[in-house]
């Protein structure tokens, strides 16, 4: 009996498996931003999982959108994933485990940042100055929506006007809303609308508001042979006569 209790133990012992949990999650990489969807590159392994014993190590890639909460990405198991075509801020991690304890560790956090400026139309051509109409834009707060750490990073915008054809640009004080109203112009200006979501920046399209400075004939009359008359025509008129034809302008800006 004491020998067949020997066999039983060492028996036993031989297919023991001595398994301890991982320490590390490894370092994958890495952040990406674009504005608008984008095929986004491949992610990287810097370290695999690490620390433990026993078992096979097992990977599991996951994301979190629209400030909600861990999923699972199907059949992406592998250490490095590629995510394809994404059309909206996302945060990835991947988790490690050994299958002989099933204690998870995550490895760092990296995100795909997709910023939406939208579209705004308004475009316009008047003569000398005028007040522009109002520039409409669409509403992309939807789709910036975007957490880090669980905390909402909110969109922020501001317009922006150029008179020298897109050049250079400036921003216009206190304009942070969705649509502008443009003050009285002289000159054309082109306006455009800059979204902003945790430090990176998208401009929308162009518009332009054009300023028609050219001269406009008002009134047509027939030039008198002297200019002793007492000849009066009104002004920004076209005088025709035997020497030839003349114009009369405001010199007064209106």
Known sequence: ???????????????????????????????????????????????????????????????????????????????????????????????AWRDCDNVAVYSNQISILVVYAGTITGDETKNCNYTPTTITGTDESTKNNYCIDGNPQNQSIQWQQSINNGVTWTDISGANSLNYSPGQISTTTLYRRATTVTGYTCYSNTVTKTVNNTPVVLYTEPFPNCFNTGFSAPINSTFTGSTGTWSAYSTTAR
Do not use: H, M, P
Not at 66 to 75: E, L, P, V, Y
């Open 1 to 95: 009996e004491v020998n067949d209790s020997k066999n039983n133990n060492s028996n036993a012992n031989k297919y023991d498996v001595v398994c301890s949990s991982l320490t590390s999650g490894g370092v994958i990489a890495s952040n990406q931003q674009n504005c608008g969807s984008f095929t986004a590159a491949a992610f990287t392994s810097n370290s695999a999982a690490s620390g433990g014993s026993g078992g096979t190590i097992k990977y599991r890639w996951q994301k979190l959108e629209n400030c909600g909460s861990w999923t699972n990405i199907s059949g992406a198991t592998s250490t490095t994933y590629s995510a394809g075509t994404v059309t909206k801020s996302t945060i990835y991690r991947r988790k």
